[in-house]
């Protein structure tokens, strides 16, 4: 292969991938990591991605948050389905934080009926849809805002999570691979997220099957982090087996009105939503 070609390759896998590592790049092509970086180092300069130690990013991952209007339409269904199942895991009493991730935002519609809890929130999109219930109390964090994600970032929302006895935590990423973990495209976003991690008692991952197989810029937390993760039907099999084998308790959520004609084992949890 010619090194036009090799590089044209290279910025294909990040753009399906979002992230690479040198090592990783080495073996795909089959020369060696020298030659590699020197394929990124040419490929930085002409703008196609951002060099890191020891592999290199999709560079529009970095410069743009996908609008939250576009990202609250993407796989809308399978985020409900996800919301549902994951509502059903608050119990009345229970302090929760939530992200300000789109499919965070369909778990909090379904619990508009819960009474007796605490939801903190980074996010205005969250707030403004418990705006009005009585029986919920709603905690922002502030900070700074971020006007694409319509949440707030920094030391204060960071401050504000470690001031609290969190139940659990619900929150969502960009993508999602057993090498690089759970990641997002934001070094802030990904700090909110991690300190949610750490004030909770326990975690769950809200993510659908678009999110499988990908690597954002930054890494909030290895996959073996979270207690539960929550995703839809349309997830790989062989994704939630893996996850499965490393300990981590995997919940599918299956559409209302879905069919399935498979045949799961014991060990598969799904859930039907109706």
């Known amino acids: 292969m010619r090194p036009e070609e090799r590089r044209q390759e290279i910025i294909r896998h990040l753009n399906e991938r979002g992230i690479a590592k040198v090592t990783e790049l080495s073996e795909i092509f089959q020369v060696t990591e020298e030659t ?7 490929l930085e300069s002409k703008g196609y991605l951002k060099r890191t130690h020891g592999g290199a990013y999709n560079i ?3 410069q743009e948050e996908t609008a939250f209007y576009i990202r609250n339409m993407k796989n809308r269904l399978e985020k409900q389905s996800i919301g549902k199942v994951a509502a059903e895991l608050v119990q009345p009493g229970d302090v929760i934080a939530v992200d300000a991730s789109t499919t965070a935002l369909q778990f909090v519609h379904f619990l508009k009926e819960k009474k007796d809890i605490v939801v903190i929130t980074h996010a205005i999109k969250v707030v ?3 705006e009005g219930n009585r029986d919920i109390t709603v905690i922002c964090t502030g900070g700074t805002l971020q006007p694409r994600t319509l949440s707030f970032v920094g030391p204060l929302v960071e401050i504000a999570l470690s001031n609290y006895n969190i139940r659990k935590a619900f929150i969502s990423c960009k993508g999602i691979t057993l090498d690089e973990g759970i990641t997002e495209s934001t070094e802030l976003q990904a700090k909110v997220k991690q300190e949610m991690l750490k004030a909770a008692k326990e975690t769950v991952l809200l993510v659908d099957h678009d999110k499988f197989g990908k690597a954002a ?3 909030v937390a290895p996959v073996t982090a979270v207690n539960k993760i929550i995703t839809d039907a349309r997830t790989p099999k062989e994704e939630v087996n893996e996850l499965r084998k490393l300990g981590v ?3 599918v959520a299956l559409g209302p009105g879905e069919v399935h004609n498979e045949s799961f084992g014991e060990s598969e949890n799904r859930h039907l939503t109706h």
């Open 60 to 62: 529009k991952q970095v």
């Open 36 to 42: 590699i970086r020197r394929d990124l180092e040419y």
């Open 249 to 251: 308790e995997v919940i």
């Open 128 to 130: 403004m849809a418990l």
């Open 217 to 219: 810029l930054s890494t």
